[in-house]
C-alpha cells in the first residue's frame, strides 16, 4: 500500500515472494494487486540451479525447498516457503493471474509471449500495438547468449559465484540428481508437479 508509483496509478513489480500473511499482514491482498503472471519450474531443476547460485549442496536445497516454514531473507528482501507453498499462495489470490512454465519460455519462447498478450487484452482491455514487431525485438534482444555475454562485459548485481546466466536449459535435474534425490522431490511435491505436468 505504500508503493510510490510514479506514472499513471499501475505499476509493474518482480518478486520472488510467496504471497503468504506476516503478523496477520498478507505480502499482497485482492485490493492493491490487479493480476499476476507467475513463472513456475520444474522443482527438481530448481535444485540444481539454486545449488549453483548458491553454492551449496544439492541435499541442503532440497531441505530448504521443503521447508514448509516462513523464512525471511535479509539481504534480499523476501518471504520464502516451501515450493508447494509458494506455488499455492499465489495461485488463491482471487485476481486474473496466468501461469507459465519456464520450460515452455524456453521452448517456444514466442508463443508464451502471445499468451502474455493475450492475458493483458482479455483482463485489462490492452492492446499491444505493433505486437509481431515487439515480439521480434524481445527475441532478438533477450536470448539467453546476449545475457550471457552481457554479464562478462558487465557483470550482473545477483550473481554469488560463478556466472548467473549460466545454462537456461530445462531437465538438468536428470543428469545431476540421484535416484534418493528426485524421489523425494517428486514424493513432496507430486500433487502440483501432476498438475503441472512435471510428472
Known amino acids: ?13 518482480k518478486t520472488h515472494s510467496a504471497n503468504i500473511s506476516i503478523n496477520n499482514l498478507p505480502y499482497t491482498n485482492e485490493e492493491t494487486t490487479l493480476g499476476l503472471i507467475y513463472i513456475v519450474r520444474d522443482p527438481r531443476d530448481i535444485v540444481v540451479s539454486y545449488s549453483h547460485h548458491k553454492s551449496s549442496n544439492i541435499d541442503a536445497v532440497i531441505n530448504l525447498m521443503l521447508n514448509e516454514s516462513i523464512i525471511y531473507n535479509e539481504s534480499t528482501p523476501q518471504v520464502l516457503s516451501s515450493w508447494n507453498h509458494h506455488y499455492n499462495s499465489w495461485l488463491s489470490l482471487k485476481v486474473p493471474k496466468l501461469i ?3 520450460e515452455d519460455l524456453l521452448n517456444d519462447t514466442e508463443h508464451s509471449l502471445q499468451i502474455i498478450a493475450k492475458y493483458f487484452r482479455v483482463n485489462y482491455k490492452l492492446e499491444i500495438t505493433n505486437l509481431e514487431k515487439k515480439i521480434k ?8 547468449k546476449k545475457f550471457q555475454d552481457y554479464e562478462k562485459l558487465f557483470g550482473f548485481n545477483e550473481a554469488k559465484k560463478g556466472n548467473f546466466f549460466r545454462e537456461g536449459k530445462s531437465k538438468q535435474w ?18 502440483n508437479m501432476i ?3 512435471y510428472l
Do not use: H, M, P, W
Request: net charge positive; glycine share 4%.
Open 1 to 13: 500500500k505504500r508503493v510510490n508509483i510514479n506514472y499513471g496509478n499501475v505499476a509493474f513489480f
Open 100 to 102: 507459465i512454465k519456464y
Open 137 to 144: 525485438n524481445i527475441l532478438d534482444s533477450t536470448n539467453f
Open 174 to 191: 536428470k543428469k545431476e540428481l540421484n535416484k534418493e534425490q528426485i524421489n523425494k522431490i517428486e514424493k513432496a511435491f507430486r500433487k
Open 195 to 197: 498438475t503441472l505436468g
